[in-house]
């Protein structure tokens, strides 16, 4: 195991993590890109220029980052680049403007990526995942109503056709999917893992 702390919106630090990865390993395989932050809930018309930056610099430059200094570390061999948007990136939805634009960024640049780099067999594909339970949507639960989380959890279960938050493992095994061979001929999508959630 190797850990190298850093900032995803910082590039050198990319290119220590990465230097570092091939120091220790010689080679990358899989790269999962998939560190985000929330932002602010509330409408567009109140959204603070400096939390909507700060959102896409993390959310937005980091996969950019990411997808930028992982292919080049994968151009010889190939490799599996998976990009952690939302199902906030494949709709609208409301009162999470920087969040929405930054997850619409990520699909964005992944299938521009796998275009671009699919001849170096390089494959790059997303999840979109809807609520997981995780402590970022535990917190946001909590910035909407400090006095009564669980009954805006009810709300958005409410609106999923399963009635529940995605177990994270379930997004783990689908990104293990994506990063393996079994998966060899998908690039460029960009799945929903949302029960029924975009279907509805």
């Not at 993390?58 to 994968?74: E, P, Q, S």
């Not at 390089?122 to 946001?140: H, Q, W, Y």
Request: glycine share 12%; charged share 20%; hydrophobic share 45%.
């Amino acid at each position: 195991m190797l850990v190298v702390e850093g900032d995803v919106g910082h590039g050198p630090d990319w290119e220590r993590a990465i230097e570092s990865t091939l120091k220790r390993f010689d080679r990358l395989d899989v790269l999962v890109n998939n560190a985000g932050i929330s932002g602010g809930i509330g409408p567009l018309v109140a959204c603070a220029d400096e939390m909507f930056d700060e959102v896409m610099r993390v959310n937005a430059r980091g996969v950019f980052l990411g997808l930028k200094h992982g292919a080049r570390a994968m151009m010889e061999r190939g490799g599996s680049i998976v990009n952690v948007s939302s199902v906030s990136g494949i709709g609208g939805g409301r009162f999470t403007v920087a969040y929405t634009a930054s997850k619409h960024a990520v699909v964005g640049m992944t299938k521009l990526a796998a275009v671009e780099l699919a001849g170096n067999g390089i494959r790059v594909n997303a999840v979109c995942p809807a609520p997981t339970a995780t402590e970022m949507v535990f917190s946001m639960e909590r910035s909407i109503s400090p006095e009564s989380p669980d009954a805006v959890r009810k709300g958005m279960t409410r609106m999923i056709p399963m009635g529940r938050y995605a177990d994270p493992v379930e997004i783990a095994q689908l990104i293990v999917f994506l990063a393996s061979d079994a998966s060899s001929f998908m690039t460029g999508t960009a799945i929903p893992i949302d029960g029924g959630l975009k279907a509805a």
